[in-house]
């Protein structure tokens, strides 16, 4: 599943290390985080993990979960959540050409 590559887990930890290139988008639901990072940076394999103008959804694997709850609780407490709870995640993703960025969108549930 290509939502557990290696590109997305480094493009996540690279976000946590650099919160400044973060462009947070305000919370539509209280299981969502939409986060823009620039186009600039570089994705390995981006035109897979990011397809221009196109979403893809993958739900992160409980092997992965597991292995990265400490990074995946990072952006769950952008939820703002009180009650740190979740099982799965899926993961969404964009190159938005126009706007010059990549979007990543995680849905806790």
Request: aromatic letters at 12%; zero cysteines.
């Amino acid at each position: 599943m290509a939502s557990n590559s290696d590109s997305i887990y480094h493009v996540l930890t690279y976000m946590q290390q650099h919160p400044e290139v973060i462009n947070r988008q305000p919370l539509e639901y209280t299981n969502v985080i939409r986060l823009n990072i620039p186009d600039s940076i570089k994705v390995a394999d981006a035109d897979i993990y990011f397809p221009r103008q196109k979403l893809m959804v993958n739900r992160f694997t409980p092997d992965f979960v597991a292995k990265n709850g400490d990074l995946l609780d990072y952006y769950y407490q952008m939820t703002h959540q009180e009650i740190p709870n979740f099982h799965d995640v899926w993961v969404t993703t964009s190159h938005i050409i126009d706007k010059n960025t990549y979007l990543l969108e995680l849905s806790f549930e």
